[in-house]
């Protein structure tokens, strides 16, 4: 069984196009994040959720919407997509413990703006 | 804030040979420390953890060791392989912070 699965695995659109990625976690975890990694494999936190809560927002324009309909669930979507948002986009989930908080991602959905 | 700093890459070894990837980390209060792997094509994915100062994680022969006095968990290994070829990447976090602070990564290559 997937822990944190995403789709859709590949995404390629036009310039000004809105998209959305899904993300489902099966780990019965609380938390759940987005985030963004160049072509440098630079990860960037984008947004984190708790409970269905957005708790963390790291200065992500506005284009970009985060929805949590439900704990095990955190979709992106993406608004009117400039070139520089091609990138690959990962989902993960995890459940803040005294022994640390281990994060599990899911594959990840590899963006090309156009 | 928080933050980590690890060896620029790319770190290309023979295969048998000894890999030390550096990571020192500037923290309040005692985080947890981890390295993750992303190996071509997929997500990163936990190699090994440390939850306190002098705590050692291990797995699949790789080891790093919580060192409070100068900061840092750096990941070893006595004899890489060609399927050791990813990405490294060092993190910590606070319990109940609900974030992770990643390092930059570091690629290996191992030639075999």
């Known amino acids: 069984d997937t822990a944190v699965s995403q789709t859709p695995k590949y995404l390629v659109t036009q310039m000004g196009n809105d998209k959305s990625i899904k993300c489902e976690q099966n780990?019965?975890?609380?938390?759940m994040y987005w985030y963004k990694q160049d072509s440098k494999k630079f990860l960037k936190i984008m947004f984190s959720?708790?409970?269905?809560?957005?708790?963390i927002n790291e200065t992500v324009p506005n284009r970009f919407s985060p929805k949590s309909p439900d704990k095990a669930h955190l979709n992106l979507h993406i608004n009117s997509l400039e070139l520089g948002d091609s990138a690959v986009y990962f989902c993960a989930s995890s459940q803040d413990t005294q022994r640390g908080n281990e994060q599990f991602f899911g594959p990840g959905t590899r963006l090309t703006v156009l | 804030g928080d933050s980590v700093t690890q060896m620029e890459g790319p770190v290309t070894l023979s295969e048998e040979a000894f890999l030390t990837i550096n990571c020192t980390y500037t923290?309040?209060?005692?985080?947890?420390l981890f390295w993750y792997v992303q190996y071509p094509g997929e997500g990163l994915q936990l190699l090994l953890k440390a939850t306190k100062a002098d705590d050692k994680g291990s797995n699949k022969g790789f080891e790093a060791t919580y060192r409070k006095e100068t900061t840092s968990f750096h990941l070893e290994k006595g004899s890489v392989q060609v399927s050791d070829s990813a990405v490294y990447f060092c993190?910590?976090?606070?319990?109940?912070?609900?974030?992770?602070?990643f390092g930059a990564g570091t690629r290996l290559f191992v030639k075999a």
């Open positions: 959720y708790n409970n269905k809560e957005l708790i």
């Open positions: 780990l019965g975890h609380d938390t």
């Open positions: 923290a309040t209060g005692y985080p947890s």
């Open positions: 993190a910590l976090s606070h319990t109940g912070g609900f974030k992770t602070i």
